[in-house]
């Protein structure tokens, strides 16, 4: 049995100042009080067939070019599975198990961003850690942004990227989005306001930083 999914490009516009992209989606702009409202338009629908392990919905999607083609890692939340597609073709081309447990175990993946094929971040559910992992799926490197030497924690809240793809990176930082943690409705206007929508990870030290609301 085959399955078809849509992908659907979004726009995420408070990174725009820190990481460099482009759309070929068409924006309306106006101005209204010094604030700007964007329109998107939905330009093409592109199906990818996909097996009976695969479940119809993925909250994680990247689309990376490597070699001058373009491929489409989507998540196997099931089987907790990094799968990579030729964007062309639809073409399975890489299914990289991440292991939850163990030696090499990771968790439940929450967030993913694709470098290369052989390179890929991986963020785990609700953990504040940060992963490097190979085609295999084997840990390169791992990234402990949890706390200071001092045991304080280095994060005001917790990284949230679970039902939406808010993970990249730019030289050797990381960029996360983040949430209040607990019960958001006891939570003052104030300090909902200010809350960090996203903090940076630095790769070579582990240092934190906030970004400006």
């Known amino acids: 049995m085959t399955k078809k999914i849509k992908y659907f490009c979004s726009l995420m516009l408070f990174s725009a100042a820190l990481l460099s992209c482009e759309s070929t989606a068409e924006k309306e702009v106006s101005e209204n009080n010094s604030s700007k409202q964007y329109t998107l338009t939905k330009t093409a629908t592109k199906h990818i067939p996909l097996d009976a392990q695969t ?12 070699d001058g083609k373009e491929y489409l890692g989507y998540l196997n939340s099931n089987l907790n599975r990094i799968q990579i597609y030729d964007f062309e073709t639809g073409d399975l081309q890489q299914s990289t198990k991440i292991a939850k447990d163990g030696p090499e175990g990771i968790g439940r993946i929450s967030g993913f961003k694709i470098v290369s094929k052989d390179s890929i971040f991986v963020l785990p559910t609700l953990v504040t850690k ?29 990284s949230w990227t679970i039902w939406h793809n808010l993970l990249d990176y730019k030289g050797q930082k990381v960029l996360l989005t983040s949430g209040p943690v607990g019960d958001i409705n006891k939570r003052s206007k104030s300090q909902l306001t200010n809350t960090p929508i996203a903090f940076t990870v630095d790769l070579t030290n582990e240092e934190v930083e906030t970004v400006p609301v």
């Open 55 to 66: 479940p119809a919905k993925s909250h994680v999607l990247n689309i990376f070019e490597e």
């Open 130 to 158: 940060l992963y490097l992992v190979n085609s295999e799926g084997s840990i390169v490197k791992m990234v402990d942004f949890s706390y200071d030497k001092d045991k304080v924690a280095k994060t005001p809240s917790k």
